[in-house]
C-alpha cells in the first residue's frame, strides 16, 4: 500500500512539472538560491527568514540542474517522500485501513500535486511537519531520546521552512496537554521543547523588529476566504466535494469520542484544525489567512478523512466513500492541469529575444517580476539579451517599492526600452501613481510604444526614442 500510494504520488507530480512557465514567486526562489552568498544571507536576514532554509536546500539542490522541472523537483521529491511517512504515522495512530485511505488521498490531493510542482517551500514544510509528528508519536509510545531529539529537529527545521509549523507545535501542544500528566515522558519532552523555543528566538525576533510589509497584500479573511480555504482541502469539488469531505472529516473526528484510539485522534483532529483556526483568529490583527500557508494542515485533514473512510467499516460502505472522495479529487487534478495556467514569462522572454537590438535594455513593473523574467533570458543567445536596468533600489524588495527617481531618468534616456508590466501584488493606486508615471515618463522624452504584446500574466511593451 505505501508503495503503491507513493508511486501514484510521483505519477501525479511529475506529470507535465516542467509544461508551465515559472510565476512571479518561483523566480524569486530561484533568485533567492543564486544570490552570492553573503547576498542572500542578507536577503534572508533582513526580509525573507519565513522560507529561508528552503532557499539554502534550493541552492545545494541548483547545483545539479535548473530546468523548470529541476528546479520544481525539491518541492515535488518532499511531498512524494511525505506519502510513506503520512502512512506510517496514520498505522500508528488510527490502524491500516485509515493509514491507506489517508496516504492515497494525500497522493492525489490537487493541493499536495499543485504544491509538488511549484518551486517554493510549502511542499517541503509539508515533509517537516509530518516527520515531527511521527517522532512525536514515537516519542510518546515509550520511544528513546533519539524520537524526541527528531521531534525537536523536525520541527526547528519545519519553522525555518515556514513561520506555520510553529502553529503544528501548537497542536503538538495540546495533544501533549491531553495525553495526561502521568503518560508523558516529562524528562524528554521538557528539554525538547526547550530546544524548539530556543531555536525559534530569532524567527520570533524576526517577526518583532523586521516587519517590512512582507504580506501586506493580504486583507483580513471574509467568510468567502474560508470558504475557499475549505474547497481546497476538499479537493475543489464545488458543494457536493465538500459535502463530502465534510462527511469524512466528521465520520474521522468522531474518533475522539468513540473507539479505542481517542487520543490518538484528538491529536490529529488539533493537527487540522488549530493551524487555520488559530490564522483565522490572528488575522483579524494581522492577515495571514491564505490557503497555502495552511498546507501545513493538509496532511492530517488527509489523515482525518481516512479515519472517516475506516469508521464505516464494512468494505462496500468505506470503499465507496473513498472512491466518492477520490473522484472529486481526480476532478481538481483535471482543473489543476488544463485550467489553472501560470504567468507566461517564458513567452514574455520569447517575445523579447526575439525583437531586440544591441544596446536594448528591459526593465520590470512589479519590479521583482525581473528575477523570473532574468532566469529565461539568461537561456536565450547571449546576443539578444537586453541589459536590466532596475528602477527600484534592490529586487528583494517584493512589496510595492517606489520607483528611484534617478533610475528612472536613466531608463528614460536609453533609446529603447522592454518593459514588462505584471501586477502581482500591486493595488490599482500603486499602478495609477508608478507604472503610469513610468510610462508618461518615457512619453515625456520621446519614446514612442512600438508594439505590445499582452502575455498571460505579462504584458510587454517596447518603447523607443526618436533617432537623432
Not at 506510517?88 to 492525489?108: K, N, S
Not at 504544491?115 to 510549502?122: C, M, P, V
Not at 532574468?374 to 536596468?389: K, M, N, T
Request: with cysteine.
Amino acid at each position: 500500500m505505501p508503495l503503491g500510494a507513493t508511486l501514484l504520488a510521483a505519477a501525479c507530480i511529475l506529470h507535465d512539472i516542467g509544461e508551465k512557465s515559472l510565476w512571479f514567486d518561483e523566480g524569486l526562489s530561484v533568485y533567492f538560491a543564486r544570490a552570492p552568498a553573503d547576498e542572500l544571507w542578507r536577503i534572508v536576514r533582513t526580509r525573507e527568514i519565513n522560507a529561508g532554509l528552503y532557499y539554502l536546500l534550493l541552492r545545494l539542490w541548483l547545483h545539479c540542474g535548473d530546468s523548470e522541472a529541476w528546479v520544481r523537483g525539491l518541492a515535488g521529491a518532499a511531498v512524494i517522500a511525505t506519502v510513506p511517512v503520512l502512512w506510517g504515522l496514520g498505522r500508528r495512530l488510527l490502524g491500516r485501513v485509515a493509514a491507506g485511505a489517508a496516504a492515497i488521498l494525500f497522493a492525489t490531493h490537487p493541493l499536495a500535486v499543485q504544491y509538488g510542482q511549484e518551486a517554493r517551500t510549502y511542499g517541503v514544510v509539508m515533509l517537516a511537519v509530518t516527520l515531527a509528528t511521527l517522532a512525536l508519536v514515537r516519542g510518546l509510545d515509550g520511544g528513546r531520546p533519539a524520537a524526541w531529539a527528531a521531534w525537536a529537529g523536525a520541527l526547528v527545521v519545519g519553522l525555518y521552512l515556514h513561520f506555520f509549523a510553529a502553529l503544528v507545535g501548537v497542536a503538538h501542544g495540546v495533544a501533549i496537554l491531553l495525553r495526561g500528566p502521568s503518560r508523558v515522558p516529562w524528562r524528554y519532552v521538557a528539554p525538547a521543547a526547550a530546544l524548539i523555543v530556543v531555536a525559534a528566538l530569532p524567527l520570533i525576533g524576526f517577526v518583532l523588529t523586521q516587519d517590512a510589509g512582507q504580506i501586506d497584500w493580504l486583507r483580513p479573511p471574509t467568510a468567502g476566504d474560508v470558504r475557499w480555504v475549505l474547497l481546497g482541502f476538499s479537493g475543489y469539488g464545488e458543494t457536493l466535494g465538500l459535502a463530502l469531505a465534510a462527511l469524512a472529516w466528521l465520520l474521522g473526528a468522531a474518533g475522539v469520542f468513540y473507539g479505542t484510539r481517542r487520543w490518538e485522534t484528538a491529536l490529529v483532529v488539533a493537527w487540522a484544525t488549530l493551524p487555520p483556526l488559530l490564522a483565522w483568529l490572528v488575522s483579524f490583527r494581522k492577515p495571514v489567512f491564505l490557503d497555502r500557508y495552511l498546507l501545513v494542515a493538509l496532511p492530517a485533514a488527509t489523515l482525518l478523512a481516512g479515519a472517516g473512510v475506516a469508521r464505516l467499516g464494512a468494505w462496500p460502505l468505506c470503499g465507496a466513500l473513498l472512491a466518492a472522495l477520490l473522484a472529486v479529487q481526480a476532478q481538481g487534478l483535471e482543473r489543476l492541469w488544463k485550467h489553472m495556467p501560470k504567468e507566461d514569462w517564458r513567452g514574455a522572454a520569447r517575445v523579447i529575444a526575439a525583437g531586440a537590438q544591441p544596446g536594448d535594455v528591459y526593465t520590470c513593473w512589479t519590479a521583482p517580476g525581473c528575477a523570473t523574467l532574468a532566469y529565461y533570458l539568461a537561456r536565450q543567445p547571449a546576443g539578444v539579451r537586453p541589459r536590466q536596468v532596475l528602477i527600484v533600489d534592490e529586487l528583494a524588495a517584493v512589496g510595492a517599492s517606489p520607483p528611484v527617481a534617478g533610475r528612472v531618468a536613466a531608463l528614460a534616456a536609453e533609446p529603447r526600452v522592454w518593459l514588462v508590466t505584471s501586477h502581482v501584488r500591486v493595488g490599482r493606486a500603486d499602478r495609477g501613481s508608478d507604472l503610469d508615471a513610468l510610462e508618461a515618463r518615457l512619453g515625456a522624452t520621446g519614446h514612442v510604444r512600438e508594439r505590445q504584446w499582452p502575455g498571460r500574466g505579462v504584458g510587454v511593451s517596447l518603447w523607443s526614442a526618436p533617432a537623432p
